[in-house]
T-cell receptor, first 112, second 108 residues
Framework: NAGVTQTPKFQVLKTGQSMTLQCAQD?????MSWYRQDPGMGLRLIHY???????DQGEVPNGYNVSRSTTEDFPLRLLSAAPSQTSVYFC???????????FGPGTRLTVT | DAKTTQPNSMESNEEEPVHLPCNHS???????IHWYRQLPSQGPEYVIH???SNVNNRMASLAIAEDRKSSTLILHRATLRDAAVYYC?????????FGAGTILRVKS
């Protein structure tokens, strides 16, 4: 199993540009989440999903959209990038029967 | 928000036990206590979780106070590979709120 994969690893955007961060998992996990991590801080939950077609907001959802059309994929869309969205983004998944989350390697995003 | 209090950093010698404390005085009865760790430039990694009783797994032990307002993660024999940021989190379901964590340094 590849586990949780994220692409790209690095990305630089200009203010106002849009992009999609990709996340995929091959463990058939129903639950998936997106977090952001700012320097010296812990992770903050952006959006999460408990299954295909079901998403909900986390702690810091503004400026981000998600959709979940398949169990495997959970893309995160930045609608109009802002410098405040410069961060490292982590995707995670877990089965509903377990509290153990599996995290991807992260995407480092810089908005100039 | 679910808030935990952890020391900013701790230091340990290799092969010695490490006790990482965490205070979570606002925990509710249904909140689980989770511990994750993050090695440099990697995503967080699950360590252990528990509700009321002490828990053991291959990585660590979790000691939970009787009033559940605090807990301690125990690494029985620290190795250089255990150097990481350790996060104590409490929450239910998908809404886990990570604090700043404890930076654990391990000296050889």
């Amino acid at each position: 199993n590849a586990g949780v994969t994220q692409t790209p690893k690095f990305q630089v955007l200009k203010t106002g540009q849009s992009m999609t961060l990709q996340c995929a998992q091959d463990m058939n996990h129903e639950y998936m989440s997106w977090y952001r991590q700012d320097p010296g801080m812990g992770l903050r939950l952006i959006h999460y999903s408990v299954g295909a077609g079901i998403t909900d907001q986390g702690e810091v959802p503004n400026g981000y959209n998600v959709s979940r059309s398949t169990t495997e994929d959970f893309p995160l869309r930045l609608l109009s990038a802002a410098p405040s969205q410069t961060s490292v983004y982590f995707c995670a998944s877990r089965p509903p029967s377990s509290y153990e989350q599996y995290f991807g390697p992260g995407t480092r995003l810089t908005v100039t | 928000d679910a808030k935990t209090t952890q020391p900013n950093s701790m230091e340990s010698n290799e092969e010695e036990p490490v006790h990482l404390p965490c205070n979570h005085s606002t925990i509710s009865g249904t909140d689980y206590i989770h511990w994750y760790r993050q090695l440099p430039s990697q995503g967080p990694e699950y360590v252990i979780h528990g509700l009321t009783s002490n828990v053991n797994n291959r990585m660590a032990s979790l000691a939970i106070a009787e009033d559940r307002k605090s807990s301690t993660l125990i690494l029985h024999r620290a190795t250089l590979r255990d150097a990481a940021v350790y996060y104590c989190i409490f929450g239910y379901g998908n809404k886990l709120v990570f604090g700043a964590g404890t930076i654990l340094r391990v000296k050889s």
